[in-house]
Antibody
Framework: EVQLEESGGGLVQPGGSLRLSCAAS????????MDWVRQAPGKGLEWVGR??????????EYAADVKGRFTISRDDSNNSLHLQMNSLNIDDTAVYYC????????????WGQGTLVTVSS | DIQMTQSPSSVSASVGDRLTITCRAS??????LAWFQQKPGKAPKSLIY???RLQSGVPSRFSASGSGTDFTLTISSLQPEDFATYYC?????????FGGGTKVEIK
């Protein structure tokens, strides 16, 4: 089955770090632009960042709120995507989704189930 | 940044009703507009891309239109499984932004 599965969420103290992973099944991740989107408890959706596909050198874009703190990377050997989150603060508490863009295009077509990150002392 | 404004923020409707949700962009986004459906405790699901194109597997009772700054999502005959929150999103430029959501509840 074509799917995305996130992992790595959990409880972290303010100022701490966490690394999320997103494993892709039944498709080649490197062919697609990939995004991270988050949703704070009871709130709407917020874009976090993007990595372009291999053909576009995996270049990245980030939301202003996370630029310089979050880093998106890929592991082609494991067909996976990562989100390294540093200097976490309470406002980063959210469910984090990895999202695939349609092949050769720039719209979302497949979402993972999400992983919860809680930043609290 | 491009701001996306949805209306209404919530609506009560009955099974069989026709429902229209609107989304307005603060700048021209052409047809770089998508719609998503999210049920409580679940991940969003992609419904519409390119302002009016249905994602594979989306029922034909869903339709969408618009370009530039004004967009609509219509459900022709609400079914029980359609009660959810709907979000619009532009992908014209960075940062990508979402509307605040429209919660569709059962009357």
């Amino acid at each position: 089955e074509v799917q995305l599965e996130e992992s790595g969420g959990g409880l972290v103290q303010p100022g701490g770090s966490l690394r999320l992973s997103c494993a892709a099944s039944e498709f080649i991740l490197s062919d697609h632009y990939m995004d991270w989107v988050r949703q704070a408890p009871g709130k709407g959706l917020e874009w976090v960042g993007r990595t372009r596909n291999k053909a576009n050198s995996y270049t990245t874009e980030y939301a202003a709120d996370v630029k310089g703190r979050f880093t998106i990377s890929r592991d082609d050997s494991n067909n996976s995507l990562h989100l390294q989150m540093n200097s976490l603060n309470i406002d980063d508490t959210a469910v984090y989704y990895c999202v695939r863009n349609a092949k050769g295009d720039y719209y979302f077509d497949l979402w993972g189930q999400g992983t919860l990150v809680t930043v609290s002392s | 940044d491009i701001q996306m404004t949805q209306s209404p923020s919530s609506v009560s409707a009955s099974v069989g009703d026709r429902l229209t949700i609107t989304c307005r962009a603060s700048q021209d986004v052409g047809n770089s507009l998508a719609w998503f459906q999210q049920k409580p405790g679940k991940a969003p699901k992609s419904l519409i891309y390119g302002a009016s194109r249905l994602q594979s597997g989306v029922p034909s009772r869903f339709s969408a239109s618009g370009s530039g700054t004004d967009f609509t999502l219509t459900i022709s005959s609400l079914q029980p499984e359609d009660f959810a929150t709907y979000y619009c999103q532009h992908h014209k430029s960075y940062p990508l932004t979402f509307g605040g959501g429209t919660k569709v509840e059962i009357k």
